[in-house]
């Protein structure tokens, strides 16, 4: 080997060893880089739980918004309460009719006849069976809102009655004549049979049923909330009667809430200038920020006022509802956004990823 290849040589080795000792280096300074960080993890989770808390806090713009979406719910809760935007029994019964003015008239008349469970007059063999003009919405599972597909329907097609504590009666021209034959499973059992041998006859039962439903909806009485006749039909009989808290003010309360909250929520998109995905995420947190505030706010103060004046009549299950879904929805949106920013922050940290 001449003196020039054992110079090329030891430079190449001398380079090697070079590179080695720099990787060597980097090695050890990335090694006590992430042992300093693990470290101080539990520092780091708390910076960044506190800049999480900052980015995601409201502004002057969100406040705005927030006493908007209050204002909005506050004035549903009252300017609605339960007992208006109703119709009388009459007005109930000729907006189903309007609505079936272009049906045949041979189904027009099978289907608006009225249904044995409004029955309500006795005949010489019953004497009392407690059901009167304000009683028998509640009195009737044909009327209660879940139970009445099922046991209205098998009235209508066996010309029965069934009360919420499932006695059973025969009804003939509106008139209840006497207990029906073997009660309610005599009832039962004749529907069933009736549907096997007429399959015609189920569907147009179901179809008056759903008739029946509609005409009963939007009126003073109401349909009553679903299985609370059955369990305490006192309870049921004081929300419907007394405080006018029936399917009708509950879901009008619900459709309202959520329609202010869904007009926030679009109103506060407009005020977006994120570009990334992860801005977004944090933006959308301050709009359901500002949702579960103000329903917050609002079911509270409905709350208060109720149990200050006892007017049952002004409380918002409807508003309630919703508010109790939004706090478990947007909570649980809250936490996943706030775990993907610090663990994620985190874990960019340890890689060192500066992107």
Not at 21 to 34: H, P
Not at 191 to 204: E, F, G, I, R
Not at 229 to 255: F, P, Q, Y
Request: proline residues 3%.
């Amino acid at each position: 080997m001449n003196s020039e290849e054992f110079r090329n040589r030891k430079n190449k080795i001398v380079d090697n060893l070079n590179d080695t000792i720099d990787s060597l280096e980097k090695g050890y300074q990335e090694t006590g880089r992430v042992q300093n960080i693990v470290k101080n993890t539990p520092k780091i989770l708390e910076d960044l739980d506190e800049q999480f808390c900052k980015k995601t806090g409201l502004t002057k713009i969100d406040a705005t918004l927030l006493f908007l979406a209050l204002g909005l719910q506050i004035a549903r809760q009252y300017l609605l309460s339960n007992e208006k935007g109703r119709l009388d029994s009459y007005q109930g019964d000729k907006l189903v009719d309007s609505a079936l003015s272009l049906a045949p008239p041979d189904w027009k008349e099978v289907l608006t006849q009225g249904v044995p469970y409004d029955a309500i007059k006795t005949g010489s063999h019953i004497s009392d069976t407690g059901i009167g003009g304000t009683t028998h919405r509640y009195r009737t599972l044909g009327h209660d809102p879940i139970f009445g597909w099922i046991f209205g329907t098998a009235n209508i097609m066996t010309n029965s009655l069934t009360k919420t504590n499932f006695e059973t009666y025969q009804v003939k021209d509106m008139q209840i004549v006497r207990h029906y034959p073997l009660g309610i499973a005599g009832m039962f059992n004749n529907a069933v049979s009736y549907s096997m041998n007429d399959p015609k006859l189920l569907a147009v039962s179901v179809v008056r049923q759903a008739i029946h439903f509609g005409s009963d909806y939007f009126t003073t009485q109401g349909l009553p909330v679903p299985i609370i006749s059955t369990v305490n039909n006192e309870l049921a009989g004081k929300m419907l009667s007394e405080w006018h808290i029936d399917m009708w003010s509950i879901t009008r309360g619900m459709t309202l809430a959520t329609f202010i909250n869904q007009l926030i929520t679009i109103i506060h998109k407009l005020f977006y200038n994120g570009k990334s995905e992860s801005d977004r995420k944090l933006y959308e947190v301050r709009t359901r920020k500002i949702i579960n505030y103000s329903n917050l706010i609002a079911t509270s103060s409905n709350i208060a006022v109720v149990a200050i004046t006892r007017d049952f009549r002004k409380l918002d299950i409807g508003g309630m509802a919703v508010t109790i879904y939004n706090l478990i929805t947007n909570a649980k949106f809250i936490r996943e956004v706030k775990e993907e920013f610090i663990f994620g922050s985190y874990r960019d940290m340890i890689m060192n990823d500066n992107v």
